[in-house]
């Protein structure tokens, strides 16, 4: 039999006991929906997950260290690399080099330092950074309360809620960490902090040196080198409490109190590096501590690393933090998709049921069909093409339920979002491939559902059938 | 006649039936339905199968149409031996070469009679178009025309056989298969019915098989009679009144007598 004779044979067949087809129907539509609800929300959560981590600038960017800091993070891999003494030092020219290396959208140098804030007459000593201005982004700056910095070089400040509760005196009762920033925002915006740093003064008649020294110096220039270190002030303006800590992955040296980068840069504050490279050069050039390379997409990381650890530095990344979360939400998905297909499970045992049902009821129609000369493959194909049918059917109901199941719950949730004050998120996700799996799925589960039946039906003897009534 | 001239040209039985047997086992008890009955029907010949009920008349019917497979003999049709054909070709034989009526009509009940009559031709994949003008043109031989798209259960008894009829004949057979087709029916429309079954095969030069156990309607519309009993052939007379009409002479070699 051809495909469209089948295709309304079949169609009519399903016309003719309506309700029970609907309601098997219905079956394949719940279980369809149950596995589009979970897998979107599987996809959901992750895309939202990738996101956040995404803004959030942990997995983007690749921390690097000279091999002669001897306090950074990858120990082991010193070992490998030249000598701590004979490696290079992180200055202005190989922050440009990392910078123009491909996949690297920003090299930024890392300046932190702990220095004296007074606010009101009071001192207090706190961790200081700099955030380059592509720091905006970051979600941790998603809930600032005033703005970022006006400009890169603006003497503005942003300060962490830690910072600010302690600035106004205010110690978080314990268990009680969701203090509300607005409150704590209010009284500091648009207030001064003076920041008392000691900065580093090139000693008069040094010769300043401009140009990238790369070479190994040694102790030739040592009686050039000479720099004196001066106490100065600052003062900032507080433009912006941020709730989040832009600088989680730093541990103990995350910083409280942040500045515009070249603000920063121009302060020249004297850094840990400077006494420990005093003996190589007397100039007026930077040696940074570290730089946060960001590189264009997290799975671009590990080869920016190959290359930065080819030029001889160390790297750090959270990159297998990353990928044990991707890890996870396979795992995750794996698992909805499981409970999602229960439903459908139940639904195929339905279809069988129905499918069966139907080969008693139209076993004399059967009868006269072979009589009449259709092939065992021809009824075969009549039940496949019932239970496909009812497949397409119940998939197309399935994906649309599913859909919308998902998006109640979405806006359900968005709403509880925003009465606890935070920002609306899309945690559910239909993709265009998972409407086209979940059809098709459906479509091959009906199938398998009607192999027995289909099978039965064909090997119906019709002599036997005929007899029935 | 022009139908006994061609036939008389082509002496080959349309059906051969040799040593046939079908046994079924109920329980421990073998059911001899066809215990070794050997017959011949020629192309264009209409041959009554008489017996009562349990004879086997309907099992015999049942083998020639393919419907069932002999325990041990053979049919042959058109020089094909049934036993030996797949499932697939049989299926097909049932298509193109076997039109059959029944007594209860065995039409599909969600379907309009126009969808009836065409459904043999769905499975032999012609396409719409033509199956629409074959069904009107078959509805229309049997004067059902204005009922096409009436459902067998919103028409009498005699129209549905009519329609039956109809649909045997949809693919062109050389074999009408006739089971009791006037069974169900008042004897008013059992004749109207038997006419038309008679028509065909003169007409149509079709060869038909009737199986009945009215003895007086074989006699009126048969060229020859075949009686049976507990599964075996035990009568082949020819039929005087209607023999010229149809085929030659008998050719059985099973000539017994009640």
Request: aromatic fraction near 6%; charge should be neutral; hydrophobic fraction near 45%.
């Amino acid at each position: 039999m051809k495909l469209p004779d089948l295709t309304e044979l079949a169609v009519r067949n399903l016309r003719e006991s309506v309700l029970r087809n609907s309601l098997t129907t219905i079956g394949i539509s719940v279980g369809v929906a149950s596995l589009v609800a979970m897998l979107s929300l599987g996809i959901g959560l992750q895309q939202l997950a990738s996101r956040r981590l995404m803004k959030s600038g942990l997995f983007d960017t690749v921390v690097v260290t000279s091999r002669r800091d001897l306090r950074n993070f990858n120990r082991d891999e010193e070992r490998n690399g030249p000598a701590p003494a004979e490696s290079r030092i992180l200055d202005e020219s190989t922050r440009r080099e990392i910078e123009s290396l491909p996949n690297v959208l920003e090299a930024n140098p890392d300046i932190r330092f702990i220095t004296e804030l007074r606010y009101e007459d009071k001192p207090h000593l706190m961790m200081v950074a700099a955030l380059p201005p592509s720091a905006q982004t970051n979600d941790a700056f998603e809930a600032l309360q005033g703005h970022f910095f006006s400009s890169d070089i603006a003497p503005e400040a942003i300060l962490q809620k830690a910072f600010a509760e302690e600035l106004l005196g205010k110690t978080p009762k314990a268990g009680a960490d969701e203090t509300n920033v607005a409150e704590l925002a209010a009284p500091l915006l648009g207030k001064e902090l003076t920041m008392r740093y000691a900065q580093r003064e090139a000693a008069p008649g040094t010769p300043v040196s401009t140009a990238p020294d790369n070479a190994p110096s040694t102790g030739d220039s040592l009686a050039a080198a000479a720099y004196s270190v001066v106490s100065r002030e600052q003062k900032l303006k507080i433009v912006g409490v941020a709730d989040l800590d832009p600088e989680s992955m730093r541990g103990p040296t995350r910083a409280r109190v942040f500045l515009p980068l070249k603000l920063a840069e121009s302060l020249h504050v004297m850094q840990p590096t400077d006494l420990r490279e005093i003996s190589r050069a007397a100039t007026d050039e930077p040696v940074y501590s570290s730089l946060s390379v960001r590189v264009k997409s997290p799975s671009l990381i590990q080869a920016v690393e190959d290359t930065v650890k080819k030029m001889g530095f160390n790297t750090f990344s959270i990159l297998d933090a990353s990928r044990s979360i991707q890890q996870f939400f396979k795992v995750l998905d794996v698992f909805l998709g499981i409970f999602g297909s229960l439903a459908l499970a139940v639904a195929f045992i339905g279809i069988v049921n129905t499918l069966v049902m139907a080969i008693l009821e139209r076993r004399r129609e059967i009868g006269i069909m072979k009589a009449i000369g259709a092939s065992d493959g021809d009824i075969r194909k009549l039940f496949f093409a019932e239970a496909g049918a009812m497949g397409i059917l119940g998939g197309v109901v399935g994906v649309a339920l599913g859909w919308a199941i998902g998006q109640v719950i979405n806006l359900g949730t968005n709403i509880y979002l925003k009465r606890q004050s935070f920002p609306p998120e899309h945690f559910w996700a239909v993709p265009w491939w998972l409407v086209g799996f979940a059809i098709l799925f459906s479509f091959l589960v009906s199938l398998a559902a009607g192999l027995y039946p289909a099978g039965r039906a064909a090997r119906l003897d019709p002599v036997q059938a005929l007899r029935y009534e | 006649m022009s139908s006994t001239a061609r036939v008389s040209q082509n002496d080959a039985p349309a059906i051969r039936v040799e040593q046939l047997c079908r046994h079924y086992r109920m329980g421990d008890t073998l059911i001899r339905a066809v215990d070794g009955v050997t017959l011949n029907v020629r192309t264009g010949e209409f041959v009554a199968l008489l017996g009562s009920s349990g004879s086997g008349k309907s099992s015999v019917l049942n083998l020639i149409a393919g419907l069932d497979r002999p325990t041990s003999g053979s049919v042959i049709v058109q020089e094909r031996d049934l036993a030996r054909l797949s499932r697939e070709d049989l299926a097909k034989y049932r298509l193109h070469t076997v039109g059959m009526v029944f007594q209860s009509f065995n039409l599909i009940a969600s379907m309009t009679l126009a969808e009836n009559v065409e459904l043999p031709m769905r499975f032999a994949e012609v396409n719409r178009d033509k199956r629409n003008d074959l069904a009107r043109e078959a509805l229309e031989r049997v004067g059902l025309q204005a009922r096409m798209n009436h459902r067998p259960s919103e028409l009498s008894g005699g129209e549905q056989q009519r329609a039956a009829l109809a649909r045997a004949l949809i693919n062109r057979p050389q074999l009408l298969l006739a089971d009791e087709p006037t069974g169900n029916l008042d004897s008013h429309t059992g004749t109207e019915i038997m006419d038309m079954v008679s028509d065909f095969n003169q007409q149509l030069g079709m060869t038909v098989v009737m199986v009945t156990h009215e003895r007086a309607l074989a006699e009126r519309y048969a060229q020859r009679l075949i009686f049976l009993a507990d599964g075996k052939l035990i009568g082949d007379e020819s039929n005087a009144a209607v023999a010229g009409q149809g085929a030659t002479e008998d050719a059985s070699p099973h000539r017994e007598r009640l």
